[in-house]
């Protein structure tokens, strides 16, 4: 009776916290769902991150499993009400937790997870930034659950004869391996960090050079919708905030650098000003320039 107990109270405390989900159509049966422009804390409980579905025909895809067990299992649940198709297959665009905690909602529901070969250096049984940073209650049932495969490069995949493909940055970008999804056939795109709106990206685990190139190469493909990692637009020309962004700060540190200066000079210059209304500019623009300012300065340029 003990145990039965205890299971009945973990129960009721897993149907408790609800974060009040709704899917957004965004494309040809493409749903996404559209977190707050702002950090993970205990007021949105790690609903600050996108996350997509789409209809195949027969199975939903899902790019991107969100912040939590409980966030992927609503998710999940909300987009059966459109059509209760299966999950066969999850993608993880990168290895920062706000994108993958869902996994285990996903795999105990026998979706195979297919991720980048960097999961492979992420330690479980640490705590992760999530679990720091919401409340328990939403983190509840939370178990960090690894991809159990990796894309090493590009990879075409077939679901209902429609064509997926899987898109490995060729340089470090946003972080040491980013994939990005494309399906050619309804001109769609799902981004995950490489494309921020909304508010600022964030440069603690990439590479400007690397970033910038990627996202030229993206903005050469045959798109229509473009769901970026954060932010609400879905148009093309969405990456443009994340793009201009970084070419911007590079071309100033550049100068900074040509002068002799260093990273103070370029904190107290570089305010970029015209950024300063977008989510998170005081949390991350100076960070960024130092982030920049540390790999422009040894890099080949």
Not at 63 to 71: N, Q, R
Not at 95 to 103: E, I, M, P, R, T
Not at 143 to 152: A, D, N, R
Request: glycine share 8%.
């Amino acid at each position: 009776m003990r145990h039965l107990g205890l299971w009945l109270a973990f129960a009721s405390l897993l149907l408790a916290f609800e974060y009040g989900l709704k899917p957004q159509k965004v494309g040809e049966e493409i749903y996404c769902y559209f977190g707050k422009p702002e950090a993970m804390d205990r007021h949105n409980n790690g609903n600050m991150v996108n996350s997509c579905f789409v209809d195949m025909g027969k199975e939903w895809l899902v790019i991107d499993s969100g912040p939590t067990y409980l966030y992927a299992k609503e998710a999940s649940e909300q987009i059966f009400r459109i059509k209760p198709l299966p999950i066969k297959l999850v993608i993880n665009t990168h290895v920062h937790d706000d994108h993958w905690l869902g996994n285990g909602y996903y795999k105990q529901h026998g979706a195979t997870i297919l991720g980048s070969e960097s999961f492979d250096d992420i330690d479980v049984n640490q705590r992760t930034r999530m679990q720091n940073r919401i409340s328990e209650e939403a983190y509840q049932a939370t178990i960090p659950v690894l991809p159990q495969g990796s894309v090493k490069a590009d990879q075409k995949i077939i679901i209902a004869g429609e064509t997926v493909i899987l898109k490995h940055a060729e340089e470090k970008a946003h972080t040491k391996e980013d994939i990005y999804v494309y399906l050619p056939t309804r001109r769609a795109l799902f981004a995950g960090d490489l494309v921020f709106n909304d508010r600022l990206p964030s440069l603690r685990d990439g590479d400007i050079n690397g970033w910038i190139s990627t996202l030229e190469e993206i903005k050469t493909m045959d798109i229509e919708v473009l769901v970026g990692g954060h932010g609400f637009r879905t148009d093309k020309e969405s990456l443009n905030l994340t793009l201009n962004y970084l070419k911007e700060l590079k071309k100033g540190i550049q100068k900074v650098l040509d002068r002799g200066g260093d990273i103070s000079d370029a904190v107290n210059e570089l305010t970029m000003s015209s950024y300063s209304k977008e989510g998170m500019y005081e949390e991350l623009h100076k960070a960024n320039i130092n982030a920049a300012f540390q790999m422009l300065e040894w890099g080949d340029e």
